[in-house]
């Protein structure tokens, strides 16, 4: 089956910039969505078509796609990004994936 | 603005079915795919099935194949996720969210916790 793969936990200091990869087979061929879940939360939509970021998104969030790595980039990293952060990709034998999930950390 | 209001939550023995409800205002229902999501407690999301609204047509998840079926009700703006033959393993929040065209989910409900327990 289909796995995307994330680092478990990020820890950056407030107004640094978090890094978080997810890495499949053939990603690179595939379009990338990342969702943003607080502690307690609904996920919320971040980065979609690898790089396009809804209307109410901050502009701090970023995506993008190098070879079978999406990246997804807090820039300048407030206290309230403290959330775990899933990518979503798709594949024709298993549909939909997540990732598995990197827990961020602002300290 | 666009919400998504889920029923809530449900208790059940296992062997049992539920039947859980997304009610969507602020666009039509017919207008855009509505996918369900589960997550279990500490676990990654796990996408279950998508719905067309316009026409009832779904896609399900390998996984959950025979065991979940996801209707709507387009007079009441409103999509069902009904899942059997429940187990423990069953126990999660599960979650309805509508399409992003091309390939987001969002927005997303507030989630229906179901526990499985004898």
């Known amino acids: 089956s289909y796995e995307l793969t994330q680092p478990p936990s990020v820890s950056v200091s407030p107004g640094q910039t978090a890094i978080i990869t997810c890495s499949g087979d053939?990603?690179?061929?595939?379009?990338t969505s990342w969702y943003q879940q607080r502690s307690g939360q609904s996920p919320v939509l971040l980065i979609y078509?690898?790089?396009k970021r809804p209307s109410a998104i901050p502009e701090r969030f970023s995506g993008s796609i190098s070879g079978n790595t999406a990246t997804l980039t807090i820039s300048g990293t407030q206290v309230v990004d403290e959330a775990d952060y899933y990518c979503?990709?798709?594949?024709?034998?298993?549909?939909?994936?997540f990732g598995s999930g990197t827990s961020v950390t602002v300290l | 603005q666009v919400q998504l209001v889920q029923s809530g939550a449900e208790v059940k023995k296992p062997g049992a079915s539920v039947k859980l409800s997304c009610k969507a205002s602020?666009?039509?229902?017919?207008?855009?795919?509505m996918h369900w999501v589960r997550q279990a407690p500490g676990q990654r999301l796990e996408w279950m099935g998508w719905?067309?609204?316009?026409?009832?047509?779904?896609r399900y998840s390998q996984k959950f194949q025979g065991r979940v079926s996801l209707t709507r009700d387009t007079s009441a703006s409103t999509a069902y996720m009904e899942l059997s033959s429940l187990t423990s393993e069953d126990t999660a929040v599960y979650y309805c969210?509508?399409?992003?065209?091309?390939?987001?989910?969002?927005?997303w409900g507030q989630g229906t916790l179901v526990t499985v327990s004898s």
């Open positions: 053939d990603l690179g061929e595939k379009y």
């Open positions: 719905i067309n609204p316009d026409n009832g047509n779904t």
């Open positions: 979503l990709s798709w594949d024709t034998t298993t549909s939909y994936v």
């Open positions: 969210a509508r399409d992003h065209p091309p390939d987001g989910f969002g927005p």
């Open positions: 602020g666009y039509t229902l017919t207008s855009y795919v």
């Open positions: 078509h690898d790089s």
